[in-house]
């Protein structure tokens, strides 16, 4: 019997299913951007943030009709406010592991914002480039291949929009990280540069969501709010164009009542559907915004450990490929039940599961 089927039997529960912990509803009236963001702020939860190509098929299937609609990517313009990102959604920027090469980035070339970045492979440093130059070959990440193949050299110049498209039909995306960087090394011919996963830009969703997450059309624009076109990518548009738009729902809720784990777990169940379970980064960040609310130190969520099969699982049998542990609590007890902290970085910390706390359900 495979481990994952037990454990269900174990919860007395089949749950063969997907998480989503947010909805895109499409909202066929014609408002600005400012006044679609009002409205999905009153009747949802905000104007629509993307978090990755799963999230662009499912706001595409939720639309009516193939007019151009708002989302809640806007542009906060100023040098000073642009921020450098990976482009495969999940990976966070991290300045303190940037391996840019010395007097990098220096931002001007011939007069031109730099704002993408690419390797030099005799050093493996970065440098800033222009994004709309095309002079750089470029490297993908594929993750459904086989760990031989999960890389790809792509001995072709373009601009480096150009380059995360390529990737992103044919492959996963532009390769993202150190970890991956770090792996192609040895695939790579020395003294050339190619582009990476790496741009920074003004632009930042109507919710304060981290989501790196862009798709831009090769022409882009200049103005301060986006369209999802027809053809699926996005442009830049006046703002005060009425559009029709996007809204998103938290698919979750703070339960504000002191329960034991299994007492939280079955009021979920009774009331709404599960204990949220977390399997992405971008969970954790929906997650974490309600977890601030409670009036507890944690809030349980739907993570177990059982001595039986010595693992950690979700309720909803789903796989706990990622975590947010705090790395200083590392025993496994049995019956042991994970809770997120309510403040400071909202790791998860394993309790005993007959202490009480708040708990989040996905409805």
């Known amino acids: 019997m495979q481990w994952s089927l037990f454990v269900l039997i174990l919860m007395g529960q089949c749950c063969f299913f997907m998480c989503q912990?947010?909805?895109?509803?499409?909202?066929?009236?014609?408002?600005?951007?400012?006044?679609?963001?009002k409205y999905c702020k009153e009747k949802y939860t905000d104007l629509a943030t993307v978090y990755d190509m799963t999230d662009m098929e499912r706001l595409n299937n939720s639309r009516k009709t193939q007019d151009e609609a708002w989302t809640g990517l806007y542009n906060n313009s100023g040098?000073?406010?642009?921020?450098?990102?990976?482009?495969?959604?999940?990976?966070?920027?991290?300045?303190?592991?940037?391996?840019?090469?010395?007097?990098?980035?220096?931002?001007?070339?011939?007069?031109?914002?730099?704002n993408c970045g690419a390797m030099n492979s005799q050093n493996w440093s970065w440098l800033d480039d222009g994004c709309d130059t095309r002079r750089h070959a470029f490297i993908c990440y594929d993750e459904k291949k086989k760990p031989n193949d999960t890389y790809r050299v792509?001995?072709?110049?373009?601009?480096?929009?150009?380059?995360?498209?390529?990737?992103?039909e044919h492959h996963t995306d532009l390769i993202s990280g150190l970890n991956q960087l770090n792996q192609v090394k040895d695939l790579i011919p020395p003294k050339k540069n190619f582009w990476i996963g790496l741009f920074r830009d003004t632009w930042?969703?109507?919710?304060?969501?981290?989501?790196?997450?862009?798709?831009?059309?090769?022409?882009?624009?200049?103005?301060?709010?986006?369209?999802?076109?027809?053809?699926?990518?996005?442009?830049?548009?006046?703002?005060n164009e009425t559009k029709p738009f996007f809204c998103y729902n938290d698919e979750v809720i703070l339960i504000k009542?002191?329960?034991?784990?299994?007492?939280?777990?079955?009021?979920?169940?009774?009331?709404?559907?599960?204990?949220?379970?977390?399997?992405?980064?971008h969970q954790q960040e929906l997650v974490q915004k309600k977890a601030k609310n409670a009036d507890t130190p944690y809030v349980w969520v739907g993570l177990r450990y059982t001595c039986a099969l010595d693992l950690w699982f979700w309720v909803s049998d789903q796989m706990v490929s990622y975590n947010n542990?705090?790395?200083?609590?590392?025993?496994?007890?049995c019956y042991d039940s994970a809770a997120m902290e309510r403040g400071g970085q909202h790791k998860w910390v394993k309790k005993t599961h007959t202490e009480m706390f708040n708990f989040i359900c996905a409805l």
């Not at 792509?154 to 992103?168: D, G, L, V």
């Not at 930042?204 to 997450?213: E, L, Q, V």
């Not at 034991?260 to 009021?267: C, F, I, R, S, V």
């Open 204 to 239: 930042m969703w109507s919710d304060g969501s981290s989501s790196s997450f862009r798709n831009w059309d090769p022409e882009v624009g200049d103005k301060n709010c986006t369209l999802l076109k027809s053809s699926g990518q996005w442009r830049s548009a006046d703002c």
């Open 21 to 37: 912990l947010y909805e895109y509803h499409f909202i066929g009236e014609n408002k600005t951007w400012e006044e679609a963001q």
């Open 257 to 281: 009542e002191r329960k034991t784990w299994e007492d939280a777990l079955d009021y979920c169940r009774d009331h709404y559907h599960q204990l949220v379970s977390i399997t992405n980064p």
């Open 79 to 114: 040098k000073e406010n642009r921020m450098w990102h990976w482009s495969l959604p999940g990976l966070e920027y991290n300045e303190s592991e940037a391996q840019w090469n010395d007097g990098e980035p220096n931002d001007i070339i011939n007069g031109n914002i730099e």
């Open 325 to 333: 542990w705090d790395p200083d609590v590392r025993t496994d007890w």
């Open 154 to 168: 792509i001995n072709e110049t373009k601009t480096w929009s150009q380059a995360q498209k390529y990737c992103r």
